[in-house]
């Protein structure tokens, strides 16, 4: 069966396979330096996470009676923090892929080494600790509500999509990084204005009053697609729209393949540009 797949959309799977053991190494290696010297060490990935979801749900404790009327504080702050968990992850490598390459020079100058593996620890390293957050989340749910919704099991389905999607992303940020570092600038003006296009602190459902051209321009973000769908499923008890689950499957992949195509293009210039 593998044999009739185009090579093309197999490749990166396959050179990842191929250097398996160097990215598991350089992932280790980062993640025992995140935390080096610190007196609490990898505690700070629990308790970062815990303090800002005490933080939201203390806060809206007081304002949620007249911000979202019949939702309790509890689902209010947890349908924030899932959004912000999904959106940091995205923020966080929007922000770090266009200087990847330069923080890596010494290893990319080697013309051995694999420079598209940089992505892969990148990417593996920031979805692991938004996986502690939302661990932290399935804690603080069973502890307040005591149960927790079934649909939670296909959380899987959303992650597996949404990780090629970034990848993707990255790949396509550290090409352009490596050619002009005014492509981190950019990202640095762009994420926080995309922070409130993106359904974080609302739902998409509450766009149905603005303007048709405005709703539709909120319904591109696709990381705004994630959000919903990883609430629907991690909070409200609902299977995601398929038709729209499979749309945003298809986009993501595309875009995967898109960004490894385009790094692997320009991968023996970035060599001599950086």
Known sequence: MLASIPPAYIAPFERAWRNRELIRAVVRREFM????GSFLGPAWAVLAPLLMLLTYTTLFSMTVPQLSAGMSVM???GGIFIGLIVFNLFSELAYRAPILLHEHVNFVKRSIFPSETIAWTATIRAFTYAG???GVYIAFRLLTAGTLPLTIILTPLLVVPFFL???GVVWFLMALGAFTRDVAHIMASIVPV???ATPIFYRLEQ????SVSTAWLLRLNIVGDYIEMMRAVALDGDVPNVFGYLIIVIVSYAVF?????F???YKSVIVDVI
């Open 33 to 36: 330096s995140r935390f080096r």
């Open 75 to 77: 689902d209010y702050a």
């Open 132 to 134: 502690v957050a939302f």
């Open 165 to 167: 999607f970034i990848l």
């Open 194 to 196: 995309m922070m409130f």
């Open 207 to 210: 766009i149905a009053q603005m």
């Open 257 to 261: 393949l898109a960004g490894y195509q």
């Open 263 to 265: 790094f692997m293009r």
